[in-house]
């Protein structure tokens, strides 16, 4: 993934990548540690945080 990040060069590409698998395989760990390396700010997000009763009921 560095190596992919690296490649940007200065410009900040508008794409993003979806990290998928299970509970506990690193993920987050990944995305953080690639962060640091690169320097950039870490913001976590979770669609559980805005996600409530009635937003789920909304949408069923």
Request: a negative charge; one cysteine or more; hydrophobic letters at 45%.
């Amino acid at each position: 993934m560095k190596t992919w990040a690296s490649s940007w060069g200065d410009k900040m590409v508008k794409r993003g990548v979806i990290l998928s698998g299970p509970p506990g395989c690193g993920k987050t760990s990944a995305a953080i540690a690639l962060a640091n390396d690169m320097e950039w700010e870490v913001i976590e997000l979770n669609a559980s945080d805005a996600r409530s009763g009635a937003v789920i009921e909304g949408t069923a």
